[in-house]
């Protein structure tokens, strides 16, 4: 005896910065939600959200692939805008649309980085040059730098804007350091970009890990201990005396980049 079939109705209520979709029954009961940042990677999570739903026959094609792969089948899938009132054709639908979605964005991104890429070698030639420093890393380091130049006063005062400051946290006859929480984030977190980067593909930095943690420190201690040694680097210092550019800021396509990874 088949199945029988029941009835789902899904939505999204979308925002600036996070979409969050929601799937009820025929009698209003929720069965799930979730909320998605409305980043490209967002919304391929919102793909395999749907994928995990989909009619079998869907699903099936769609299961198990990266999310590259993935993009680019629901980018050519085929939807009939007559049948919409099965799910496999709306959840072709939907699919399709958030697989434009995601190339647009990073369409855009990739133009961006391409425009915002010499602006950034131009005022911090050494800073570009390091290891794990992308363009997006750069240019919030340079954004940061810009936005204080009256905090730039030492080697000291650059870890402490950008949270990378040791904070004590000693008690009795364990000496330690935690993590500092203030700072600007942005560059906290381009910071922490570039200690990953390090831990995955330098060799030194992952016989630091290994030496560190055999010696008691945790992951978040051994992250803090590279964010510090970064802003300790010749070049990084270097940001307290940026070149002036002689076209437009950095800031300025740092500012649109920026508003491109939110959408």
């Known amino acids: 005896m088949a199945a ?4 789902v109705i899904g939505g999204v209520d979308t925002h600036r910065d996070t979409h969050h979709a929601a799937v ?12 998605f940042p409305a980043t490209s990677d967002g919304y391929a999570d919102q793909m395999r959200g749907l994928v995990a739903a989909a009619p079998e026959a869907l699903r099936s094609q769609l299961t198990k692939l990266s999310v590259a792969v993935l993009v680019n ?3 050519a899938l085929t939807v009939d805008p007559t049948r919409l009132d099965d799910p496999e054709q709306a959840t072709a639908a939907a699919l399709a649309g958030l697989a434009r979605r995601v190339t647009m964005l990073t369409e855009e991104i990739t133009a961006l980085d391409r425009q915002l890429g010499p602006l950034v070698r131009q005022a911090a030639p050494r800073t570009s040059a390091l290891f794990g420093v992308g363009t997006d890393v750069a240019a919030q380091l340079l954004t940061t730098a810009g936005d204080n130049p009256d905090r730039l006063r030492s080697e000291a005062a ?7 400051a ?5 008690s009795g006859r364990v000496r330690r350091h935690r993590l500092h929480r203030g700072g600007d984030r942005g560059a906290n977190h381009a910071l922490h970009t570039i200690a990953l980067c390090r831990l995955r593909y330098d060799q030194r930095t992952r016989a630091y890990l290994h030496r560190r943690t055999t010696e008691g420190l945790s992951k978040r201690e051994i992250l803090r201990c590279l964010k510090r040694y970064i802003v300790r680097g010749r070049p990084t210092r270097r940001l307290r005396r940026p070149r002036p550019l002689t076209s437009i800021g950095a800031s300025g396509w740092q500012a649109r980049w920026q508003r491109c990874r939110s959408q």
Do not use: V
Not at 24 to 35: F, K, M, R, Y
Not at 158 to 164: D, E
Not at 166 to 170: E, W, Y
């Open 4 to 7: 029988k079939k029941r009835s």
């Open 166 to 170: 040791p904070i004590p946290a000693s």
């Open 73 to 75: 089948r629901c980018t």
């Open 158 to 164: 650059l870890a402490h804007l950008c949270g990378a």
């Open 24 to 35: 009820i029954d025929s009698t209003g009961g929720l069965l799930a939600d979730d909320e």
